[in-house]
């Protein structure tokens, strides 16, 4: 190498090396700051441009390989056919959307089953069985053929689909089916709304088909009810108040039976899918499985102590059962307390929506379980064959409770009202701070299967006479509408008067216990004016005759009756035949109608705590229905059991208090005079306090199997029960439509019926 080049190459590079090291870092930073935002670009696009499932298009995306598959999107979750699938998902044609029966059962309803080798599907509800066959529009609902209008279940390729709008029948789901490509996307309701159907049986006896019945199986044939005709032509309802011809195919009897299994199948779902759901706080899970198992809880109480220990069902019903297996009554109040135990954990103190249950209802069921329990028999000799050390165990588990509930009803959200006047009071209707667990009127027609009905558990026992004319005067207005001219207008139960109070149930009210005017309806007012001049009423010889009293009267102004007066008084006192003549209105006296054993009785005062005149609604005016709430549980039941337990364990003088508790609050001086002392609790003192307070609240015919006191108390009380067997009437029967649809009917209904 020369000089030259030599000087080149080494001076080149001092150049070089001269310039680097004048370049700031800065510069470099930038650089590769720019170099990365290339390259980071560069993946971009390719990925923008590559085609990737999100960004693809919809027939791509899904995948539909044949003309009238549809894909599925189920509460925004595409459910995409996998390997291990056995066929599609649903298919679209021109009778509308079909769901695989695999895939149906798996996401949405298991209770679906296809019988190949029948070719009939079949669908099982707590009531019926739905079936259809392969092809067919028809399908049947127990013995009734509907049609829907277009094939129920088709197949293809070797699989099997139904029908999207039969599964809409049954199944709580809403679906719209969008096109090119094909995809079916499906609504479920929540879990809330899984909860809330655990209610709709339990309104439904209240204020569906069922609510005019199920008062009297629960306190027919009892001590505290007579028959209004004593010669027992009251059909069905003379049957169950009497025990004569009184069998399986009672239907108040099915109703009640049909409406708590009913309840129990939508709670057993509720519990079962309670671990799939998502989207919720445990802490709201718990409060919602709470629910669904209290009213589980309650319908089973319901069950087992009026039909004894029969099928227990805990999970929902998948396939037809032709053997239904009996289960024990220890297995039955094992669930019961166990899920009561869940409940009192895990309820919420108070609920948004009114009507649902809270903790306070839990405490008061779960003694009042542990106290039937302790006690329990069918009256057939079957018990519980507890020890009496696990019976008292069970009585203080139940003392626990109960005064658990009454010494901490405040905090809990209730308490005990200091008049009772104001426990069924219209105006705490809506709001009734000693309700522990009431049933809500509801406007939906689903829950009303007969129309919008309102509340009609009082009208059976409202007095009427020959369907016509009911405790008024002529000239007097007959109607349902409340505050005509300012007054109160009697009512009429126009034919649907069953059963009325018997004369003992009266007596046991004493002169100063207020509960009887607050319970019950013994005086009617003049409400309108008969005639322009006298604003009021003048007798007539019909009225008098009916009434038993002197036509000298009619026409005689020194009777006329003012609007607002007092027209009609049914008197527990008996008044002379002078005495009643000399008075300006008609005194009925009480004696006379429960001594005519031979004709329907016509005046007796009828029982008021559910009838609530100015809740009369719309077009319901003029008929004997209201709106008003039915309370299921109160605290002043808490008082009540918790007393009994007392005397139970031979604590009377607490016993004594708990009563004197009740009974000052009904002394209409609140003056303790009508307290009692710890010798004068007894056996049959609790039965006839429970009847004073608890009339008409849905508990009379298990409180005396509780007691055990059928035969004692019928016999002291109703002269109408002449043939009450306790080898068979402890225990209702089961229903015929019931027996209709298994193969074991023999040994599943109960001994002698």
């Known amino acids: 190498m020369d000089k030259r080049n030599r000087k080149r190459t080494i001076g080149t590079g001092t150049k070089r090396n001269r310039r680097n090291q004048q370049i700031p870092n800065h510069i470099y930073l930038l650089a590769i700051a720019i170099l990365l935002f290339v390259v980071i670009g560069m993946v971009f696009l390719i990925r923008r441009y590559t085609p990737t499932r999100e960004h693809m298009s919809l027939s791509e995306f899904f995948v539909l390989k044949e003309e009238n598959e549809a894909a599925v999107i189920i509460n925004g979750e595409y459910k995409e056919v996998t390997e291990t699938d056995d066929t599609i998902h649903a298919i679209a044609t021109?009778?509308?959307?079909?769901?695989?029966?695999?895939?149906?059962?798996?996401?949405?309803?298991?209770?679906?089953?296809?019988?190949?080798?029948?070719?009939?599907?079949?669908?099982?509800?707590?009531?019926?069985?739905?079936?259809?066959?392969?092809n067919s529009e028809a399908y049947t609902v127990g013995k009734a053929r509907e049609s829907l209008g277009k094939d129920v279940v088709v197949s293809q390729n070797g699989a099997y689909f139904v029908s999207a709008d039969f599964v809409k029948l049954y199944t709580d789901m809403s679906y719209e089916l969008f096109e090119n490509p094909n995809r079916v996307v499906i609504e479920t309701a929540g879990y809330e709304k899984k909860v809330n159907d655990c209610y709709f049986d339990l309104v439904r006896i209240v204020y569906g088909q069922a609510e005019d019945t199920y008062l009297m199986v629960a306190e027919g044939g009892t001590d505290i009810w007579q028959d209004t005709n004593p010669d027992g032509t009251n059909g069905n309802w003379s049957k169950l108040l009497r025990y004569e011809d009184y069998g399986a195919s009672n239907g108040m009897l099915n109703e009640g039976y049909a409406g708590f299994y009913g309840i129990l199948s939508a709670c057993n779902a509720a519990v079962h899918y309670a671990d799939k759901v998502e989207g919720l706080s445990e802490t709201r899970i718990n409060e919602l499985v709470s629910e669904a198992r209290f009213i589980r809880a309650h319908a089973l109480y319901n069950i087992v102590e009026q039909w004894g220990g029969k099928y227990l069902p805990l999970e929902p019903m998948n396939s037809p059962i032709s053997v239904l297996p009996c289960s024990s009554v220890n297995d039955f109040y094992k669930v019961i307390l166990e899920d009561l135990e869940f409940a009192m954990k895990n309820l919420p103190i108070t609920q948004e929506v009114k009507g649902h249950v809270t903790r306070a209802a839990a405490y008061h069921l779960y003694a009042k379980a542990c106290l039937t329990f302790s006690t329990y028999t069918d009256?057939?000799?079957?018990?519980?064959?507890?020890?009496?050390?696990?019976?008292?165990?069970?009585?203080?588990?139940?003392?626990?409770?109960?005064?658990?509930?009454?010494?901490?009803?405040?905090?809990?959200?209730?308490?005990?009202?200091?008049?009772?006047?104001?426990?069924?009071?219209?105006?705490?209707?809506?709001?009734?701070?000693?309700?522990?667990?009431?049933?809500?009127?509801?406007?939906?027609?689903?829950?009303?299967?007969?129309?919008?009905?309102?509340?009609?558990?009082?009208?059976?026992?409202?007095?009427?006479?020959?369907?016509?004319?009911?405790?008024?005067?002529?000239?007097?207005?007959?109607?349902?509408?409340?505050?005509?001219?300012?007054?109160?207008?009697?009512?009429?139960?126009?034919?649907?008067?069953?059963?009325?109070?018997?004369?003992?149930?009266?007596?046991?009210?004493?002169?100063?216990?207020?509960?009887?005017?607050?319970?019950?309806?013994?005086?009617?007012?003049?409400?309108?004016?008969?005639?322009?001049?006298?604003?009021?009423?003048?007798?007539?010889?019909?009225?008098?005759?009916?009434?038993?009293?002197?036509?000298?009267?009619?026409?005689?102004?020194?009777?006329?009756?003012?609007?607002?007066?007092?027209?009609?008084?049914?008197?527990?006192?008996?008044?002379?035949?002078?005495?009643?003549?000399?008075?300006?209105?008609?005194?009925?006296?009480?004696?006379?109608?429960?001594?005519?054993?031979?004709?329907?009785?016509?005046?007796?005062?009828?029982?008021?705590?559910?009838?609530?005149?100015?809740?009369?609604?719309?077009?319901?005016?003029?008929?004997?229905?209201?709106?008003?709430?039915?309370?299921?549980?109160?605290?002043?039941?808490?008082?009540?059991?918790?007393?009994?337990?007392?005397?139970?364990?031979?604590?009377?003088?607490?016993?004594?208090?708990?009563?004197?508790?009740?009974?000052?609050?009904?002394?209409?001086?609140?003056d303790h005079s009508m307290d009692i002392t710890a010798s004068e609790v007894t056996q049959d003192f609790l039965l006839d306090e429970y009847a004073r307070e608890m009339i008409g609240e849905w508990n009379r015919w298990m409180t005396l199997k509780r007691f055990r006191a059928f035969e004692s108390r019928i016999t002291k009380a109703n002269p109408q029960i002449t043939k009450f067997d306790k080898n068979i009437h402890y225990l209702r029967p089961i229903p015929t439509a019931e027996l209709l649809l298994i193969d074991n009917a023999n040994e599943y209904q109960n001994p002698g019926y």
Request: glycine content about 6%.
């Open 379 to 670: 009256g057939l000799g079957n018990t519980t064959a507890l020890t009496d050390s696990e019976s008292k165990t069970y009585l203080e588990k139940a003392k626990a409770a109960a005064d658990y509930l009454i010494q901490n009803a405040g905090s809990l959200g209730v308490k005990l009202y200091d008049d009772v006047e104001a426990v069924f009071d219209e105006n705490n209707n809506k709001n009734n701070e000693e309700a522990l667990f009431i049933v809500c009127h509801s406007t939906i027609t689903a829950y009303n299967p007969r129309g919008n009905y309102f509340n009609r558990v009082w009208k059976h026992s409202e007095a009427y006479n020959n369907n016509t004319s009911g405790i008024y005067l002529s000239g007097m207005t007959p109607s349902y509408a409340t505050n005509i001219n300012g007054y109160e207008v009697p009512k009429l139960a126009k034919g649907n008067c069953y059963m009325e109070p018997s004369k003992y149930m009266l007596d046991l009210y004493g002169e100063k216990d207020g509960r009887y005017k607050a319970f019950f309806k013994d005086t009617y007012y003049v409400n309108n004016a008969t005639n322009s001049t006298k604003n009021g009423y003048t007798w007539n010889e019909a009225d008098a005759q009916r009434y038993g009293l002197s036509t000298s009267r009619v026409g005689n102004s020194a009777y006329d009756i003012t609007l607002g007066d007092t027209a009609v008084y049914l008197s527990r006192k008996t008044y002379t035949q002078a005495e009643r003549n000399a008075c300006r209105y008609a005194i009925f006296n009480l004696e006379d109608n429960y001594a005519d054993t031979k004709s329907p009785l016509k005046f007796f005062p009828s029982l008021k705590k559910a009838d609530c005149p100015s809740l009369y609604a719309g077009s319901n005016a003029s008929k004997p229905y209201s709106s008003a709430d039915c309370i299921v549980y109160r605290l002043g039941e808490t008082y009540l059991i918790s007393a009994e337990i007392d005397w139970r364990l031979g604590n009377n003088q607490s016993a004594a208090e708990r009563l004197n508790t009740l009974r000052n609050r009904a002394c209409k001086g609140h």
């Open 94 to 134: 021109d009778q509308g959307v079909y769901l695989e029966i695999g895939f149906l059962k798996a996401a949405l309803d298991d209770g679906y089953v296809y019988d190949t080798t029948e070719s009939v599907l079949r669908y099982v509800t707590d009531q019926d069985v739905i079936s259809a066959s392969l």
